[in-house]
């Protein structure tokens, strides 16, 4: 049993501020951090290959370890949002069915511009991210977000919330038809996918985009954290069809469901259906800890999501994020994991 929580970069807060918010949340019953040490522009931690905002991992990972807290470096996997990255390689980034790159045209919000996991490059591009920050003796692991393509399919709530209606997989958010996906299920099925009658229904189509992401985490990015004796853990989505994440099949030490319900139409008996669903899709039986989203969880609902979860099997929970819960929510949940 293991509880976590997502820190979101704070560049302000002291070294005091941090022993302080370590030492609360310990004792409050959580066990490990998510720190974000990339967020698709800047590194916050001495990165050799990335632009580099501030050494914040750093200053806090050695307050953390004295508080007793596993600390697991949270990267923004996918996204890409450095100029340099697109001058210097425009073919790396995925391309919608209409033929826009994301970089010109990325769907929803501006910054979704993804690089395609199809094209070597990327691969090495990302496992040089995991290779540093492997390299942190006192690091306990690397956690993998936005580990997937851009939504084709945004939950029912979102769909109001950008004025969208997506009863199909319509073109301008279905990636990736960059040259090199296409080529390389043309080598495979010898078929352009453009050239398919009907896209989305498509199990080969469909399944080779998900084995691309799959290939990327198993074959790439795992292998160099554990050649470091670092934990590798993901957040996923419990839709992962709609985000081509088939992520039951990845070889990871644990996965994070991000178990959103607001944004699904859903209330605590949707988390908890998610959390035995999630936990029986598995092909590994390795920890599943629910993502809860505090914004939208009074302090008695907190507790009521983390029983949930925890009696539909989950590991523990991850709590999105340490900004959101107050000191209410923090007593409520140490009532309930204590």
């Not at 994301?102 to 995991?130: D, M, N, T």
Request: charged letters at 30%; proline letters at 6%; a negative charge.
């Amino acid at each position: 049993m293991k509880n976590w929580v997502w820190v979101t970069t704070d560049l302000r807060a002291t070294d005091d501020d941090w022993r302080r918010r370590f030492a609360k949340w310990r004792e409050s019953g959580i066990d490990a951090v998510l720190p974000e040490v990339f967020n698709s522009w800047n590194a916050f931690y001495r990165s050799g290959h990335l632009p580099v905002a501030d050494e914040w991992l750093e200053r806090i990972l050695p307050l953390a370890k004295a508080e007793g807290l596993e600390v697991h470096a949270w990267i923004w996997t996918m996204p890409c949002n450095i100029d340099e990255v697109h001058d210097e390689h425009p073919e790396w980034f995925v391309v919608n069915r209409r033929g826009e790159s994301c970089w010109e045209r990325p769907a929803y919000i501006k910054y979704y511009r993804f690089l395609c996991p199809s094209v070597p490059g990327v691969h090495e591009f990302l496992r040089e991210r995991v290779k540093e920050l492997a390299g942190y003796e006192e690091l306990d692991g690397i956690h993998l977000d936005y580990i997937r393509f851009p939504d084709v399919i945004l939950p029912a709530k979102l769909q109001g919330k950008y004025g969208i209606v997506q009863k199909k997989e319509l073109p301008e958010y279905d990636y990736c038809y960059c040259e090199s996906c296409r080529m390389e299920f043309k080598e495979r099925y010898g078929v352009d996918p453009l050239e398919l009658e009907d896209l989305s229904a498509s199990p080969e189509w469909r399944q080779f985009r998900y084995d691309l992401i799959t290939r990327l985490v198993n074959e790439d990015l795992v292998p160099v954290g554990r050649g470091h004796k670092k934990a590798m853990t993901a957040a996923v989505f419990p839709n992962w069809e709609d985000v081509r994440q088939e992520w039951r099949a990845w070889d990871l030490d644990g996965v994070f469901p991000m178990l959103y319900h607001t944004s699904y139409g859903g209330d605590i008996a949707w988390i908890r259906e998610q959390t035995e669903k999630g936990i029986k899709s598995l092909k590994r039986k390795i920890p599943l800890y629910s993502g809860l989203f505090v914004p939208s969880l009074s302090p008695e609902e907190l507790a009521e999501a983390v029983k949930a979860s925890l009696e539909e099997g989950a590991s523990g929970v991850s709590l999105f994020s340490s900004g959101a819960m107050s000191d209410a929510h923090w007593e409520s949940f140490r009532r309930t994991v204590g």
